[in-house]
């Protein structure tokens, strides 16, 4: 029951933060549904049993099935790895994209997308893009508030 | 063949790859070393995967417990025959990717071999495992270097499709992974032997693998779940994008197939949600392939089509469906491969895959046009070619399954595609050139960013025939599976009746 619980709060924690706008909150997001799924991994082996499960040391009836926590700990490693990838994909290139700028679409290029810009012209871009992200921050604060 | 040497397609590209990256470590310019251990790795993959033909063609299944613990407790590696005709198809491809994407110098980047091997290793381990937790984690080695070769490149618009990419990715892995939770909650295994038909006995079974479907729906790119595959396949390399076309989909594909064969013996239940989103993944994808503008996207959501067409077989699973699904799938990998393949090569060449910069490369570019004709008819489905073989099996297996709408559809859909691949033709090598105002006589780089057409202002060298030789390659192929399909036949038809009963797969995998 507790563990259904703090699944279904994980879930909910990160379906929301998966929804908002804003790469960093989408992988904060994928952090807590990692998570979720870790316990509920745990508790398909069955939350009664706690022991350790050695052979030997602990009666076969009370220690925990050991499959589970395997397969958690291959999944932590997976999800760990992937999470530092999305952390540096959301740092490289546009620094809009930790902000809440949407994904950019190749054929609505717009000038904060960056793709068709001339070296000459960058640091102007550059500064344009500092401005607009500074515009999308209060934007997104403002969300925040109402 | 002994099942110990199952581990091979997977263990040794593995160690290639490892080895290459030490090697990075030692010497500098390693690019030779790397343009032949790549292809001699996936070579013999594919050398590997022909033996297996031969062993699995008797109906007998090569079994591995790994670590010589007893069946039900081990992780089982297992080959039939949609194994190895699946192996064999995705290593030929590697093997012919690999030097395409070195002539097109998208090979640049030290990592990309080695990347590659990881790739065909997780490929290859996620067609011969027959462990659900097994199957999740060589998907994963599968994506972790996809997501990697992605991004080679750089550039703001590859990086925001490549958070699309990698975003959607994770989330369906997540939804997998709680899928294969709930199986092992539900069923306390997740030995893919045990578990078969318990999707049909059990209710509990049938939901936890139903979310496993769900998510691996995600990764074939079937409608209503394909919207990420246009947005990102058209933003990738060139090159990596005809690599990916070949292997990262169609795990997703035979991992439902196998799934549902194995896992819910085939139940007539829920055949119909699978023909209802074959047949809607067919014609949407057409469809949006009719709106798009350039090669890639075009072709991209031909790829969603034909993930249908892959889909309608296997819904009405029947022996001769599923043997016809196992065609398609074999000649449309390779075909499609081909023809992303000859994009890649416009726009390496002209710099652009946009119909309206294009045109009058028939010309200039005889045997390229000659090999993306072929591609495109065979994607069509015209006669002589392998994808009519492909199709008329797909349609006569729906008829006599009494499926007539699904037959109009396969039919309907052809046309469809015939169209869109005439607009291409059209569009890049039939029509004049779009007026040639003012990049006429500019001897600029051949990739250039402005609005002017992109082959007037290319002046100079046409494509090398080497770069061509890989899709003329698989074009030909096509010409040959279609002319001579008999050997195809046999495998897809051993391959459908392995999948239309799985007894003998899942008493290998269970030793029962």
Redesign the interface.
Known sequence: MSAALVVGLLVAGGVFL?LRRG?LR?VLG?VL??H??NV??V???GMQRRGAPLLGETEADVAADP??QA?VL??VV??F??TV??LA??R???PG?TTGHP????DA?SPA????RDDADREDADTEDATADRGRRTDAAEGGAS | MTGGLLVLPVAGPLLLSGLLALVHQLRSDTTRLDRVVGPVAAGGVLVFAGFLLAATADGSVPVLQLGGWQPGIAIVFAADTFSAVMLAVTSLLVLVSLPFAAALGEDEDPAFVPLVLVLLAGVSGAVLTADL?NLF?FI?VML?PS??LF?AG????R??????Y??IS??A??VL??G???V??AAGTVNLGELAGAGESSPAVGFAAAVVLLALSVKSAVVPLHGWLP?TYA?TGPAVAALFSGLLTKVGVYAVIRLYSVVYGGTPRYLWVIMAVALLTMVVGVLGAVGEHAMRPVLTFHMVSQIGYVFVGLALFTAAGLSATVFFLVQYVLVKTALLMCAAVVEHRYGTGELDRLGGLARREPLLAGTFAVAALTLAGIPPLSGFVAKLGLASAAASAGQHLAVALVVGVSLLTLLSMVKLWNGVFWEPPAEDGEGEGAEGPAVD?GGAPAVASALGSRVRPLVLAPPVFLAAAAVVLGLWAEPLLTISTAAGAGLADPSGWVAAVTGR
């Open positions: 998966l790469l989408i994928f549904l990692g979720a799924v509920l991994l508790s398909a082996g499959l589970p397969f291959t999944a997976i999800t790895g992937i990838y999305m994909l959301a490289a290139g546009d994209a994904p950019a679409r190749s290029s997308d960056g793709s068709d | 937790f984690v994963e972790v997501y990697l991004t750089g550039g703001a618009e990086l925001a499709a490549a958070r699309l990698v975003s994770l989330m892995s997540t992974l709680a294969v939770g709930l092992y909650g947005q933003r960013d």
